[in-house]
């Protein structure tokens, strides 16, 4: 369930036409992804990064940045524990520079969104690399990015 909920919210995200019911549904599909992990008896401490990182991600799209950041605390929270790095680790910084961004704390952005993208550098996988990259290239940033993270004319 937790894996349904998570592809119900993507889709919405990926939504161009988004409405207020769509995004009410996002919010609860991205929260009940979370409870379902929670619960899950394959519950693995990386789902729970993930699915509060998607929370948070939710959140800064809607520009409820106060939310975002009490979900991106948790995140960061689960990613320090358990010492995820790589991708997961460039994804806390990711939401952590979103949630402030949206919260309209735009230095704390621009310092978040440089450590996102120096541990993007670190990615191993191609793939992965090439997820990371499209998704901080994605908007809203609410006015924060820095021109090298804008998509090229």
């Not at 369930?1 to 919010?27: A, C, H, V, Y």
């Not at 992804?33 to 993930?50: A, D, T, V």
């Not at 939310?67 to 320090?80: C, F, G, I, M, S």
């Amino acid at each position: 369930m937790g894996i349904e909920m998570n592809i119900q919210t993507w889709n919405l995200l990926d939504k161009k036409d988004r409405n207020e019911k769509d995004d009410f549904r996002m919010l609860n599909f991205a929260k009940s992804s979370l409870y379902h992990w929670l619960k899950s008896p394959k519950f693995e401490p990386i789902n729970e990064q993930r699915a509060q990182w998607l929370v948070s991600h939710v959140y800064a799209i809607l520009g409820k940045g106060d939310q975002a950041l009490q979900y991106v605390e948790e995140t960061n929270r689960v990613t320090k524990k358990h010492g995820f790095n790589d991708f997961d680790l460039a994804y806390a910084y990711e939401a952590l520079a979103r949630a402030h961004a949206a919260a309209g704390n735009k230095e704390e952005c621009k310092s978040w969104l440089k450590k996102a993208k120096e541990t993007s550098d670190l990615i191993d996988g191609k793939e992965d690399k090439k997820i990371f990259d499209g998704d901080l290239k994605s908007e809203p940033w609410f006015g924060c990015r820095p021109k090298q993270f804008k998509h090229p004319a």
